[in-house]
């Protein structure tokens, strides 16, 4: 009996057609040279297909067995963020020439995404005031892994130094890719919830590849990239930042405090939270480093008239080229998803991201007074972006659980990383959160400060 | 629309125009000043473009109408599995429980979410006949580093520190040797022999006592089974190394042959080939890996458990190499395979296997009286041709590829792999149907005539795309990376 599937267009005549002009009498014979004892015989012993109507019905409703950030309200942050996306985004995206491309490695008809991409490279080297950006990475935290690579390539050094206020999954993905290569990672304390100065000066020396410091930080802080850049390039290690590129809408550029590379991740613009992925790493250095930037870069060239045009460039750097003399492996990035975070930085535009930066610290800043004012320890309070840390009472995880069940989606335990945070809650607000919700969140938790 | 320029979003600026709605300021607001120091907050707002939503429609619609997807056409990229993105997974995905979960939620509040990754990856475990798998790599170039810093994990607890070398065909992907640069290995390359597979006695020559693995893509990248797996694996294993499985062509082998019964210890698949996660104009993807049971404790954390009905994230792994990426992995490219892999069930997925490989082969033997072949025997899922025959006329692979434009298809990978001279790689799909191989056939066809009767046709090709070819020295001497006022 033929297998018939709406995805399989092969009819029994095309087979019998096919088959004779390839000359063999059975489709077993293609399949002659794997050898007896390994072929696999039978069928696979897995979930048999459903028909199109019931596979909806069936995962619609493992879909509902989740707390979702729409239904719910969310103060959770922590590296992922539930902000608002315009509509024009999923439209955008939802173009099939775009999402069933494959990567343009023929320019002349691959200029939408290309042009796009290059767009997108505009976009970062505006928000992060650096010379230029490649076309996306995995996520922010490969990103930063990466940025230790290249740092380390390009200094000879095998040093590099990390702020505990970096995201915990960060700095454990640098750390896996440390292990690779052979690098030291040293982890520099903090004091008062930003990067201690005084620890970064005693670890700082010649052997010092980078610095990495997140701006705004884990808990929310902006950290001082002033002072810490004259520390770093005294020692001409590479001044390495990792930032939320939506704060940069609002806050001061690394790029203007002479970082070196600038990382990061965009799901801020326009992309869903997903569960954790697929989002979209950014990576952005100085002209100095433009040869030695990870992954895809798009340029602007002349065809033979003289017409503008774009194309994958730079290719030297890159592992199809290089192969094992290649300093990074990246292939497929996340290029749907860099169109996504475009189409909304050019729905906010030089205007909305200003705008939308501030409302974030505008109601955040709100949220914190109000805590305070419930009698609530607000810890490592200072200069700060959409999120802060409370005390509470008792453990983050039984709080949450309770709020869940009044629709809110708490905030993030840190006692999971830091033992010495136990009970506290990091919670972010976005521009999202409206004045109502604020108020009941603190309403609903005014038993738990500490 | 020919040679009409696109212009740039920013050229398409003007100050005072918005494009978004954000939601009320509904509190008191507070001076910046007094939540900032001074030197924090930023002077120059970056200058994004200053567009109405329509502008940003009719921006973004014609430059999706200056690219070729799939759903334009015929997308024969061999090793890229150009096939169908089938309509439902994009459903899916977007389904607000799937695209709007946050991923430090409580377990609790994740349950489906956790349930489908759990189920994935039984699925996975059963089609690449592996004993675990982990989903957190987010593309097969992740894929591959993880598994090889997996193999030296294991080789490094068993306190078989020597093993730094990486074995790869010269037909490997170029991911294959950078991974195993970037996992700290040194790549040593074994050869083919004259019908296109691993040199068995070059294998025996390579391999020793500092192998740590030889990595190995079956059907290997010119379409062909290694028939002697069995033998190499023999030789990898007797010499204490382990053998990688890149995933690349799993799409020929689905129900035929598993790479864990091959001998595989570790394979990565790629999700967004096999799988039908979009390839997204070059991503995201997905890649994850499958180990054999002595590899397990070393797998990235946190690994999925089921705990009588409940799943629940495991973060106590002693042996684990640590993490590899923020998070789960791609879970909304996971979610798109899962979709796929339940609307084909296990009769679907034999049915894929064996179309494309109808297909492939049906192509190669109707291309082969007028391209040259270099290996002629049955090959897999997709075939090589050479272009020398051509070239000796003055017409390059390249202008094949450029000429195949003006025919409205997207071109076969060409010169990979680099073992082949003037490579034309051609991987159809079991999605395609005969007619539309036919038609691309005919095209082959007339070019190859063309380079016969009126070379310059081809060697000018293409005539009828929105650019001409593009200066791409200039392009990497004077890299003009960004848009500048």
Same mark, same amino acid.
């Given at each position: 009996?033929?297998?018939?599937?709406?995805?399989?267009?092969?009819?029994e005549?095309d087979k019998?057609?096919?088959?004779t002009?390839?000359?063999?009498?059975?489709?077993?014979?293609l399949?002659?040279d794997?050898?007896?004892?390994?072929?696999?015989?039978?069928?696979y012993?897995?979930?048999p297909a459903?028909?199109?109507?019931?596979?909806?019905k069936?995962?619609?409703?493992l879909?509902?067995?989740?707390?979702? !950030?729409?239904a719910?309200?969310?103060?959770?942050?922590?590296?992922?963020?539930d902000?608002?996306s315009?509509?024009?985004?999923?439209?955008?995206l939802?173009?099939?020439?775009?999402?069933?491309?494959?990567?343009?490695?023929?320019?002349?008809?691959?200029?939408g995404?290309?042009?796009a991409?290059?767009?997108?490279?505009t976009?970062?080297?505006?928000?992060?005031g650096?010379d230029?950006?490649?076309?996306?990475?995995?996520?922010?935290?490969?990103?930063l892994?990466?940025a230790?690579?290249?740092?380390?390539?390009?200094t000879?050094?095998?040093?590099?130094?990390v702020?505990?206020?970096?995201?915990?999954?960060?700095?454990?993905?640098?750390r896996?890719?440390?292990?690779g290569q052979?690098?030291?990672?040293?982890?520099?304390?903090?004091?008062?919830?930003?990067?201690?100065?005084e620890?970064l000066k005693?670890?700082?020396?010649?052997?010092v590849?980078?610095?990495?410091?997140?701006?705004?930080?884990f808990?929310?802080?902006v950290?001082?990239?002033k002072?810490?850049?004259e520390?770093?390039?005294?020692?001409?290690?590479?001044?390495?930042?990792?930032?939320?590129?939506?704060a940069?809408?609002?806050?001061?550029?690394?790029g203007?405090?002479?970082a070196?590379?600038v990382v990061?991740d965009?799901?801020v613009?326009?992309?869903?939270?997903a569960?954790?992925?697929p989002h979209?790493?950014?990576?952005?250095?100085?002209s100095?480093l433009m040869?030695?930037?990870?992954?895809?870069?798009?340029?602007?060239?002349?065809?033979?008239?003289g017409q503008?045009?774009f194309?994958?460039t730079l290719?030297?750097?890159?592992?199809?080229?290089?192969?094992?003399?290649?300093?990074s492996?990246i292939?497929s990035?996340?290029?749907?998803?860099?169109? !996504?975070?475009?189409?909304?930085m050019t729905?906010?535009?030089?205007?909305?991201?200003?705008?939308? !930066?501030?409302a974030?610290i505008?109601?955040?800043?709100?949220?914190?007074?109000k805590?305070?004012n419930a009698?609530f320890?607000?810890i490592f309070?200072?200069?700060?972006?959409?999120?802060f840390?409370?005390?509470?009472?008792?453990?983050i995880?039984?709080i949450?659980?309770t709020l869940?069940?009044?629709?809110?989606?708490?905030g993030?335990?840190?006692?999971?990383?830091?033992?010495?945070?136990k009970?506290?809650?990091?919670l972010?607000?976005?521009?999202?959160?409206?004045?109502?919700?604020?108020?009941?969140?603190?309403a609903?938790?005014?038993d738990?400060h500490? | 629309?020919?040679n009409?320029?696109? #212009?740039?979003?920013?050229?398409?600026?003007?100050?005072?125009?918005? +494009?978004y709605s954000?939601?009320?300021m509904d509190i008191?607001?507070?001076?910046l000043s007094e939540?900032?120091p001074?030197?924090?907050?930023?002077?120059?707002?970056?200058d994004?473009?200053?567009?109405?939503?329509?502008?940003?429609?009719?921006?973004?619609?014609?430059?999706?109408?200056?690219?070729? $997807?799939l759903?334009?056409?015929?997308y024969?990229?061999?090793?890229?599995?150009?096939?169908?993105?089938p309509?439902i997974?994009?459903?899916?995905?977007?389904?607000s429980?799937?695209?709007?979960i946050? #991923?430090?939620?409580?377990?609790?509040s994740?349950?489906?979410a956790?349930e489908l990754?759990y189920?994935?990856?039984?699925?996975?475990?059963e089609?690449?006949?592996?004993?675990?798998v982990?989903?957190?790599?987010?593309?097969?170039?992740? $894929?591959?580093w993880? +598994?090889?810093?997996?193999?030296?994990?294991y080789?490094?607890?068993n306190?078989?520190?020597?093993?730094?070398?990486?074995?790869?065909?010269?037909?490997?992907?170029?991911?294959?040797?950078?991974?195993a640069?970037?996992?700290?290995?040194?790549?040593?390359?074994?050869?083919?022999n004259?019908?296109?597979?691993v040199d068995?006695e070059?294998?025996? %020559?390579?391999?020793?006592?500092?192998?740590?693995?030889?990595?190995?893509?079956?059907?290997?990248?010119?379409g062909?089974?290694e028939?002697?797996?069995?033998?190499m694996?023999?030789?990898?294993?007797?010499?204490? +190394?382990?053998?990688y499985?890149?995933?690349?062509?799993?799409?020929?082998?689905?129900?035929?042959?598993?790479?864990?019964?091959?001998?595989?210890?570790?394979?990565?698949?790629n999700?967004h080939?096999?799988?039908?996660?979009p390839h997204?104009?070059?991503?995201?993807?997905?890649?994850?890996? $499958?180990?054999?049971?002595?590899?397990?404790p070393?797998?990235?954390k946190?690994?999925?458990q089921?705990?009588?009905d409940?799943f629940?994230?495991n973060?106590n792994r #002693?042996?684990?190499?640590g993490?590899?990426?923020?998070f789960y992995?791609?879970?909304?490219?996971n979610?798109?395979?899962?979709t796929?892999? %339940?609307?084909?069930g296990?009769?679907?997925?034999k049915?894929?296997t064996?179309n494309?490989v109808?297909?492939?082969?049906y192509?190669?033997?109707r291309?082969?009286?007028?391209?040259?072949l270099?290996?002629?025997?049955?090959?897999?899922?997709?075939?090589?041709l050479s272009?020398?025959k051509?070239?000796?006329?003055?017409? %390059?692979?390249?202008?094949?590829?450029? %000429?195949?434009l003006?025919f409205?298809y997207?071109? #076969?990978t060409?010169y990979?792999p680099?073992?082949?001279?003037?490579?034309i790689?051609i991987e159809?799909?079991?999605?395609e149907?005969k007619?539309?191989l036919?038609?691309?056939?005919?095209?082959m066809?007339?070019?190859a005539?063309?380079?016969?009767?009126?070379?310059?046709l081809?060697?000018?090709a293409?005539?009828?795309t929105v650019?001409?070819?593009?200066?791409e020295t200039?392009?990497?001497?004077?890299?003009?990376?960004?848009?500048k006022k």
């Open positions: 009996m033929r297998m018939k599937h709406r995805y399989l267009p092969m009819t005549e019998r057609e096919m088959l002009q390839i000359g063999v009498e059975s489709v077993e014979e399949f002659s794997i050898p007896k004892s390994v072929r696999f015989k039978g069928e012993q897995i979930k459903k028909s199109e109507s019931a596979l909806l069936e995962l619609t409703k879909a509902q067995k989740n707390a979702d !950030a729409k719910n309200v969310s103060f959770l942050g922590a590296g992922v963020y902000h608002y315009p509509v024009i985004v999923d439209h955008v939802s173009r099939s020439e775009f999402y069933t491309a494959y990567t343009p490695y023929q320019p002349e008809i691959s200029q995404e290309l042009q991409i290059f767009e997108f490279q976009m970062i080297c505006e928000l992060t650096m230029v950006a490649n076309s996306s990475m995995y996520d922010g935290a490969t990103a892994a990466e230790g690579m290249l740092s380390a390539g390009s000879k050094r095998k040093k590099i130094i702020s505990s206020t970096t995201h915990p999954e960060a700095k454990e993905v640098v896996t890719y440390a292990k052979n690098l030291e990672i040293i982890e520099i304390p903090y004091k008062d919830g930003i990067t201690d100065l620890a005693e670890q700082m020396n010649s052997d590849a980078a610095v990495m410091i997140q701006y705004p930080n808990f929310g802080r950290e001082p990239l002072e810490l850049e520390i770093i390039h005294e020692h001409k290690a590479l001044f390495v930042v990792s930032s939320n590129p939506l940069l809408g609002a806050l001061t550029p690394p203007n405090f002479k070196d590379i990061g965009a799901q613009f326009g992309i869903p939270m569960f954790g992925g979209c790493g950014y990576f952005a250095v100085t100095k040869r030695k930037v990870p992954g895809r870069l798009v340029g602007q060239t002349v065809d033979e008239n503008r045009g194309v994958l290719q030297a750097r890159e592992q199809h080229i290089r192969r094992d003399k290649a300093t492996n292939c990035n996340q290029a749907l998803n860099a169109l !996504a975070a475009s189409v909304a729905a906010l535009g030089k205007q909305g991201v200003k705008e939308m !930066a501030i974030n505008q109601k955040a800043h709100y949220a914190k007074r805590f305070e009698g320890e607000v309070a200072g200069p700060s972006f959409n999120e840390i409370i005390k509470c009472n008792q453990e995880s039984t949450n659980h869940l069940n009044h629709g809110i989606i708490g993030y335990d840190l006692g999971r990383d830091f033992n010495e945070l009970n506290h809650m990091l972010a607000v976005t521009e999202l959160r409206t004045k109502e919700e604020i108020d009941q969140l603190v609903e938790m005014e738990y500490a | 629309m020919l009409q320029n696109q #212009p740039l979003i920013f050229e398409n600026s003007t100050p005072g125009r918005i +494009g954000l939601p009320e008191d607001t507070v001076e939540l900032l001074d030197e924090y907050i930023r002077e120059n707002t970056p994004l473009p200053e567009v109405s939503e329509l502008d940003i429609m009719r921006h973004y619609t014609a430059l999706s109408k200056r690219n070729h $997807g759903d334009s056409g015929f024969p990229l061999g090793s890229c599995t150009m096939k169908y993105n309509k997974n994009e459903n899916v995905a977007r389904f429980g799937f695209a709007h946050h #991923p430090l939620q409580e377990a609790s994740v349950q489906g956790l990754m189920d994935l990856q039984q699925h996975l475990k089609i690449t006949g592996m004993d675990e982990t989903l957190q790599p987010a593309a097969g170039a992740h $894929g591959e993880t +598994g090889l810093m997996l193999i030296r994990a080789h490094e607890s306190g078989d520190s020597n093993r730094t070398k990486v074995i790869v065909p010269d037909s490997a992907h170029g991911t294959n040797p950078a991974s640069t970037v996992a700290g290995f040194e790549t040593v390359t074994v050869k083919s004259e019908n296109g597979l068995i070059d294998l025996k %020559r390579v391999v020793g006592p500092d192998t740590a693995a030889l990595m190995l893509t079956n059907p290997n990248t010119l062909l089974f028939e002697n797996i069995v033998e694996a023999e030789i990898v294993h007797n010499a204490g +190394g382990k053998l499985y890149d995933g690349a062509n799993l799409n020929a082998v689905l129900s035929k042959a598993r790479p864990g019964d091959m001998g595989f210890d570790v394979v990565h698949l999700l080939k096999t799988f039908t996660g997204g104009g070059g991503g995201p993807g997905s890649g994850p890996v $499958g180990v054999k049971v002595d590899l397990i070393y797998l990235p946190p690994v999925i089921k705990d009588g409940e629940v994230l973060y #002693p042996y684990s190499i993490r590899v990426k923020p992995g791609n879970f909304g490219i979610v798109r395979a899962y796929y892999i %339940r609307s084909m296990p009769d679907g997925l049915a894929v064996e494309a109808i297909n492939a082969n192509m190669m033997r291309l082969a009286d007028y391209y040259d270099p290996f002629d025997r049955h090959c897999k899922h997709e075939f090589v272009g020398r051509q070239k000796k006329l003055g017409v %390059r692979t390249l202008d094949i590829a450029k %000429r195949l003006d409205g997207h071109p #076969p060409i990979f680099l073992n082949v001279e003037e490579c790689m159809p799909t079991e999605t149907s007619e539309t036919d038609s691309f056939i005919n095209a066809i007339q070019i005539k063309e380079a016969e009767e009126t070379p310059e081809v060697q000018e293409p005539h009828t650019i001409g070819r593009l200066d200039l392009a990497a001497r004077k890299p003009i990376l960004r848009f």
